[in-house]
């Protein structure tokens, strides 16, 4: 915590006295490092020092962006300029010490730990062992994951890693008596931890534990790298120990975890430097990766997220969900395209997979490519061993697609099966209502799905206004006014609930009302109905019905 509170205050530092020529620059880079633009403020930042600036906080917050960049070999050539004028910053050590750790230089990465702390007790305790461990002092360097379990808070993670630096030296039944909970008691489980375990137990020739601890492990959670461990495992395939199998790839591992520690109780900047700098020791591991990217994507930096998921190396089992993760990152960034072009990659290198199909049918319903959707989704629903609750939404989108495609048979399926597996999920109970609504069939059953979705989820703008126009096309206006009113109070910048309720206003007399609504709702930007509306302003709803063939209320009816 206090190092993310430093931190923070170096960011807010006030602007220092600069000449003419740099305080634009400076404050260009400080406005793109508050607004998460790290790109940007690193060239910012780079262009000040290119022309010789040397004020300590310029040099302090430039190192921080590289860091965050992942550029350590520049973090620490701005270390070296402020030494060089004879400053200093905290944030120093901890780009020299990535560096000397990547370049493997561990007398120099020892020597930054004993001038000073680089990140607190945790990742200092982990790494001075594992420098230990590399330099290969292995006894030194567990006395010291020993010295850092003494403190009851650390003691999990210095007794994993313990158990990692015992298997990376063949003594695999000392790591297994850590992992299994004899030595220590029982470790918090991750999934690197069970995965490590279980190729300890395939070394130690317990092929039938590993599987079941695997089974087990993969019944409570969902992660590529068990499923497909174990699915080797069972078949029989030749298995090594490779999560921790040398003290980089430790080092790489201490500061994994410390991210994932700061990552729900610190500055997501300091976050993104440790996470940065666990791919930095160590490029494939894909978890720290995925860390990163959703860091960056929550900071709407999708290029950078991208980049970084693109990292994933091919043969990983993790790869086609990291490619459905940069596919979704494209999407948000409007890189339709792009995004189309991976996932349909993905159909081809990994077409065994359900879930790749579905995030392509996913993609292509959300660029309204309806047809190729549905197609798509058959192919998902086809993949299915068995229709279990779970797979709930795959048959709600494909209805969707259908719908759009005039197929109601077809997805009025769909929906049904839906509430089949999820029994009174507010979306497929409006959906199918509003469906039923429109085709102007089973209005009674349509009405009571509505009500309950409502019920489900009463704050809910878009539900509310299908019940207010669900009341509407039955003719019950003076009943829609009320929910009609309360969606557009919940979903006020809708265009389509504002152009609903000038129809229901029109509809008990409120004309002048009415009109408001429908220029409100052209304010809005409609997508659709543009044209409608324009008309109903000219000449009125009635008008307008009646040139659409007179459709009135609909009657009543549970056919």
Do not use: C
């Not at 205050?9 to 220092?16: D, G, I, Q, R, S």
């Not at 004020?55 to 030494?83: C, H, Q, W």
């Amino acid at each position: 915590m206090l190092r993310s509170l430093l931190l923070a205050a170096t960011l807010l530092t006030p602007l220092p006295a600069l000449s003419q020529g740099i305080a634009g620059p400076y404050l260009a880079a400080r406005i793109a490092g508050f607004s998460n633009d790290y790109s940007a403020a690193g060239q910012y930042y780079r262009d000040l020092l290119a022309q010789g600036e040397d004020d300590a906080r310029i040099l302090e917050n430039a190192m921080i962006i590289y860091s965050v960049l992942g550029d350590f070999n520049a973090a620490t050539a701005v270390a070296d300029t402020l030494d060089a004028t004879g400053q200093s910053s905290q944030f120093s050590a901890s780009g020299r010490m990535v560096k000397a750790l990547s370049d493997e230089r561990w007398d120099d990465a020892a020597a930054l730990l004993d001038e000073g702390s680089i990140a607190g007790p945790l990742l200092d305790g982990l790494l001075t062992a594992w420098i230990a461990a590399a330099q290969g002092r292995t006894s030194d360097a567990l006395a010291a994951f020993d010295t850092l379990g003494q403190t009851e808070a650390f003691a999990p993670f210095a007794y994993l890693h313990k158990a990692y630096a015992l298997a990376s030296v063949g003594d695999y039944e000392g790591a297994d008596d850590i992992l299994s909970g004899r030595a220590y008691g029982v470790l918090n489980a991750t999934a690197r931890g069970v995965a490590a375990h279980a190729q300890i137990l395939v070394q130690l020739d317990q092929r039938d534990a590993a599987a079941e601890l695997l089974q087990k492990a993969n019944e409570a959670t969902s992660s590529a790298l068990l499923r497909d461990l174990e699915a080797r495992i069972t078949a029989g395939e030749t298995i090594a120990y490779d999560i921790v199998a040398t003290p980089l790839q430790g080092m790489a591992e201490a500061y994994f975890v410390f991210a994932a520690l700061l990552a729900s109780d610190s500055s997501t900047t300091f976050t993104l430097i440790n996470a940065r700098a666990a791919i930095s020791l160590r490029p494939d591991h894909v978890e720290a990766l995925v860390m990163t990217a959703e860091l960056l994507e929550d900071q709407n930096q999708h290029k950078l997220a991208a980049d970084v998921l693109a990292g994933v190396p091919r043969d990983d089992p993790a790869f086609y969900e990291a490619e459905i993760s940069r596919a979704e990152i494209l999407l948000a960034s409007d890189q339709n395209e792009a995004a189309l072009e991976v996932l349909a990659a993905l159909t081809r290198s990994d077409a065994d997979k359900i879930e790749v199909w579905a995030a392509y049918a996913d993609a292509l319903r959300r660029l309204e490519r309806f047809a190729p959707a549905a197609k798509a989704y058959d192919r998902a629903i086809a993949m299915l061993s068995e229709v279990t609750p779970r797979n709930w939404l795959l048959f709600y989108t494909r209805g969707i697609a259908r719908e759009r495609l005039s197929d109601w048979t077809g997805a009025e399926a769909d929906f049904r099966q839906a509430l089949t597996l999820n029994p009174e999920n507010p979306n497929v109970l409006n959906y199918l209502g509003y469906g039923l609504v429109e085709q102007r069939i089973k209005l009674d059953e349509a009405l009571g799905m509505i009500e309950r979705a409502v019920a489900a989820r009463p704050n809910d703008g878009f539900i509310t206004d299908s019940l207010a126009w669900v009341l509407y096309r039955l003719g019950r206006y003076d009943e829609a006014v009320a929910p009609m009113e309360r969606a557009v109070q919940l979903e006020p910048l809708d265009p389509l609930i504002n152009d609903h309720l000038g129809d229901v206003l029109w509809s008990v007399g409120r004309k002048r009302e009415a009109r408001f609504q429908w220029k409100r709702a052209l304010s809005l930007d409609p997508q659709e109905q543009v044209e409608r509306i324009r008309r109903k302003l000219d000449v009125g709803l009635d008008v307008v019905l009646e040139e659409e063939g007179g459709v009135g209320p609909i009657k009543t009816s549970d056919k």
